[in-house]
């Protein structure tokens, strides 16, 4: 008996931290919306950040919905109500259209994102408020 419980103890222990990575390691976009003058789509994992690092993904297409590689993608974030000064890490392209900038959102409130894009002779914004809950 003392035997089952020690193996079923250590299942238990060796078992427990995967689902919890696993499901903070997924990346979850929200729906696409356009940006300031409807030239791009942007989804992005706004829901999903806390305080604290996060990478910050921009899944990026044209209103077709194809993927838009080789862009000048800027990302400038800030509090509303109070300055942060946070780190500015370079926006780094990934594969199909991604975009990827590591942030750190050091408290909870609300956070300012002001995006740039630019293609070709395309330019357009996105101004984005997110309400940091934990
Ligand atoms: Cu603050």
Known sequence: MKKILVFF???????????IYAHDNETHLDPAEATTEGRFL??????????GW???VLQITNTEGQALSQANVK???EMEDM?????????????????????????K???KFDA???KDDVKDTLAKVIKVVK
């Not at 250590?10 to 689902?19: D, E, G, H, K, R």
């Open 9 to 19: 103890t250590l299942v238990w222990i060796a078992a427990t931290p995967f689902p």
């Open 42 to 51: 942007i989804s992005s994992n706004w829901s999903q950040l806390k305080r």
């Open 54 to 56: 996060n990478v910050l």
């Open 75 to 77: 990302v400038s974030y």
């Open 83 to 107: 300055e942060m000064n946070p780190p500015d890490n370079p926006v780094e392209e990934k594969e199909n259209g991604t975009y990827e900038k590591k942030i750190f959102l050091g408290m």
């Open 109 to 111: 409130g609300n956070w």
């Open 116 to 118: 740039t894009l630019e």
